[in-house]
């Protein structure tokens, strides 16, 4: 398998514009790389995406982190959700090329990973999903359910949400994946909001909470892999 340099920086073109991506390898390589998109409000070196990054590796992941467009172009205002496809599509593209991984693993946290699933349910082919906070609804409006493309997604999903996380009321989401448990594992952090954190008091610190994620992200990859090896991933 080829494979990228150690904290490799690429331009990748997406349409008429450019985007820059960081591929950073496992500490013990796997061969599984998770293409890895931000949040609305974040970009690929925020601290929660680089922290992240961080314990994936520790479990054996390839990390591939870049900006949506409007980030890297200075912007705070989300691109239209084709915009934010195409773009994870010419990150995955390139992310072939140089590093012919032999699992890819789509996603992201918040709104990269909704973008991710939205990709997969196209349907894009890849070997999975992993979906960190997915936005299920916007904030105080549980009717607006960002739910209609689920049960397109062919490939197994992780999806990993904390128990207060205010765009993701559970019993919602539950009722959502419920039909797609074949494919669908659901993670719950008990007591983590959208962020990740967790109250003072609650015993534990936002570091074991990540380390619970990274366990979480761990587990699920080793039992996808069998289903995964020998087998060439195309678009």
Same mark, same amino acid.
């Given at each position: 398998?080829?494979?990228?340099?150690?904290?490799?920086?690429?331009?990748?073109?997406?349409?008429?514009?450019?985007?820059?991506?960081?591929?950073?390898?496992?500490?013990?390589?796997?061969?599984?790389?998770?293409?890895?998109?931000?949040?609305?409000?974040?970009?690929?070196?925020?601290?929660?995406?680089?922290?992240?990054?961080?314990?994936?590796?520790?479990?054996?992941?390839?990390?591939?982190?870049?900006?949506?467009?409007?980030?890297?172009?200075?912007?705070?205002?989300?691109?239209?959700?084709?915009?934010?496809?195409?773009?994870?599509?010419?990150?995955?593209?390139?992310?072939?090329?140089? =590093?012919?991984?032999?699992?890819?693993? *789509?996603?992201? !946290?918040?709104?990269?990973? &909704? $973008?991710? %699933?939205? +990709? /997969?349910?196209?349907?894009?082919?890849?070997?999975?999903?992993?979906?960190?906070?997915?936005?299920?609804?916007?904030?105080?409006?549980?009717?607006?359910?960002?739910?209609?493309?689920?049960?397109?997604?062919?490939?197994?999903?992780?999806? =990993?949400?904390?128990?207060?996380?205010? *765009?993701?009321? !559970?019993?919602?989401?539950? &009722? $959502?994946? %419920?039909? +797609? /448990?074949?494919?669908?594992?659901?993670?719950?952090?008990?007591?983590?909001?959208?962020?990740?954190?967790?109250?003072?008091?609650?015993?534990?610190?936002?570091?074991?909470?990540?380390?619970?994620?990274?366990?979480?992200?761990?587990?699920?990859?080793?039992?996808?892999?069998?289903?995964?090896?020998?087998?060439?991933?195309?678009?």
């Amino acid at each position: 398998m080829a494979r990228g340099a150690a904290g490799a920086t690429w331009r990748v073109k997406v349409g008429d514009a450019e985007t820059t991506a960081t591929f950073e390898p496992a500490l013990t390589p796997t061969g599984t790389l998770f293409v890895c998109a931000h949040g609305a409000g974040g970009h690929m070196a925020d601290h929660g995406l680089l922290t992240l990054a961080e314990h994936l590796r520790r479990r054996g992941l390839d990390v591939l982190r870049f900006n949506f467009l409007y980030r890297e172009q200075g912007s705070r205002r989300p691109d239209p959700m084709p915009r934010l496809k195409e773009c994870i599509v010419a990150v995955a593209a390139r992310a072939r090329e140089e =590093i012919a991984p032999a699992t890819l693993i *789509l996603g992201g !946290r918040s709104m990269g990973g &909704r $973008a991710a %699933s939205m +990709l /997969a349910a196209d349907p894009f082919r890849c070997d999975g999903l992993i979906l960190l906070a997915y936005p299920l609804h916007p904030a105080g409006e549980p009717e607006k359910l960002r739910a209609a493309h689920l049960a397109q997604i062919d490939v197994p999903v992780l999806c =990993i949400n904390g128990t207060r996380d205010a *765009l993701c009321r !559970r019993d919602l989401m539950e &009722r $959502a994946t %419920s039909p +797609l /448990a074949d494919r669908w594992t659901m993670h719950w952090v008990e007591g983590a909001d959208h962020g990740f954190h967790v109250p003072k008091g609650a015993g534990r610190s936002d570091r074991d909470v990540l380390n619970e994620i990274g366990d979480a992200c761990g587990a699920w990859v080793a039992r996808l892999q069998p289903r995964t090896k020998g087998s060439e991933t195309m678009d």
